[in-house]
């Protein structure tokens, strides 16, 4: 994916090394081929930009797998025949970036993006080996796509999930193409005169960036930091009566 004069310059001029961190960039476009979706082409440009500064990427199209709806971390346990959650399970598990893409239907996000959030929630009861949730420590963002207004509606859904959950959300971690009201090309539609739609819409490309830089910056500070503190967070401690021993910051109850 090709990125503008000014993303790819702030790519060299990058002094920091983001080299052991790893992204995950899932699609929840309702199309079924993840190379035919408009948000899959918007996801690519911040992919772009992370890969260049030594960033492990993956894409994950989520429709590509059988993954049903539910709120258990194996649906084969409750009816289902397959899921396919497991497995995808654990790519999200090594991520230390999460950027969630999905299109605008009736103004909100795609129904396989609901799927996405009840999933992760699914697994909101695991905990890291500090006692917190095992989504303390990551970092998440939101691409949203369409041709309607509400990218900041959904990206406001999105992101109090993620965070609910334990991700931590940088400032402005969202951006989004919606183009026109009402009908007309969809982000990367080839248009009239060759060119692609959204593809030099600078509000569109200067939020992507700023949102790719900050995923970026704020998991470089969590990882160097050692993460985020367990003081008042671990969830292994909180029993009734018992008396935490925070100076010991091996504690376990």
Known sequence: MALTEHQASLCAENRTDY????????????????????????????GEIMARNGVAVDHLHLLDHQVPPGVYPDMTEYGWERDDWPA???????????????????????????????????MSGLLNDRGQSVFYNRVGGTVVTGNEDG??????????????????????????WVGEAGPGPSYGDELEDGTRAGFDNDFTQRNLTIM???????????????GIPNHGNNREAWKAGCRF?????????
């Open 212 to 226: 790719t830089w900050n995923l970026l910056h704020l998991a470089r500070i969590l990882r160097d930091a050692g």
């Open 151 to 176: 990218v900041k509606h959904v990206a406001m859904t999105l992101g109090f999930a993620l965070s609910h959950l334990g991700y931590t959300i940088p400032p402005q971690a969202d951006c989004g």
């Open 88 to 122: 995808l399970w654990e790519r999200v598990k090594a991520a230390d970036i999460l950027v969630v893409g999905t299109p605008i239907w009736l103004g909100e996000e795609s129904s396989t993006c609901r799927v996405l959030i009840e999933r992760l929630y699914g």
């Open 245 to 253: 021993d925070y100076a010991n910051p091996d504690y376990r109850a």
């Open 19 to 46: 080299s052991d961190l790893r992204a995950l960039f899932v699609n929840t476009s309702l199309k079924k081929a993840g190379e035919e979706s408009h948000t899959r082409l918007l996801m690519e440009v911040s």
